[in-house]
Structures are given as structure tokens and as C-alpha cells.
């Protein structure tokens, strides 16, 4: 299977207040976790993104169309640094994850 993609000269480009905009938004979702984490420690991934799924509509900036499921790698992530110990795999997904 082959991917061939195209670039246009005139295609529209990422401007700076997207891009704060999602750095804002990955704030939001840090503080929240962390907050989760101080709550229960021994809380697993699926829990967290349940947790947050259920709030999602109280975590203003997310990505339209896809919500926190659009933030689950970075949400991993955060978790692989915040808390190594709770990291689980969810859904079949492997969480090895290389910062």
C-alpha cells in the first residue's frame, strides 16, 4: 500500500493562536489530570479518559469533532510523566511511549 501526499503552495498554514490555543487547551487537561491523580492515586488510564470523557463539555478549547479522543497521545504522555506506575493498556493499545 502506497500514501501519495500532496502539497499545495496555497494551502492554508497553522497559525499562532491555533497553536496557543491547543497548548491552552493541553494546560486544561494537565491541571484536570493531575487533579484526578491527587484524588486517586491508584486511578488506571481507562478511568482517566473516562473521567474526562464524562467533563468533556466543562474543558473549553478542545478540537471539534473529536473532543478529548483527539488528545488521547498527548494524554498518555502527560500520564507517562506525571505517574508512571498508573499506566495501563487500554483497548489493546500498547502505551510504550518515548518522550
Known amino acids: 500500500m502506497s500514501i ?23 494546560e486544561r487537561i494537565k491541571e484536570y489530570v493531575r487533579n484526578e491523580l491527587n484524588k486517586q492515586p491508584d486511578i488506571d488510564t481507562a478511568s482517566i ?15 471539534p469533532g473529536g473532543g478529548i479522543h483527539t488528545k488521547y497521545v ?19 493499545l500498547s502505551v510504550d511511549i518515548t518522550l
Open 4 to 26: 501519495v501526499i500532496v502539497a499545495l503552495p496555497g494551502a492554508p498554514s497553522l497559525s499562532e493562536e491555533t497553536a496557543q490555543a491547543d497548548r491552552d487547551c493541553d
Open 49 to 63: 479518559v473516562h473521567a474526562i470523557a464524562v467533563k468533556e463539555t466543562e474543558i473549553p478549547g478542545l478540537p
Open 74 to 92: 498527548a494524554l498518555l504522555s502527560l500520564l507517562h510523566t506525571l505517574y508512571t506506575h498508573c499506566l495501563s493498556p487500554v483497548h489493546g
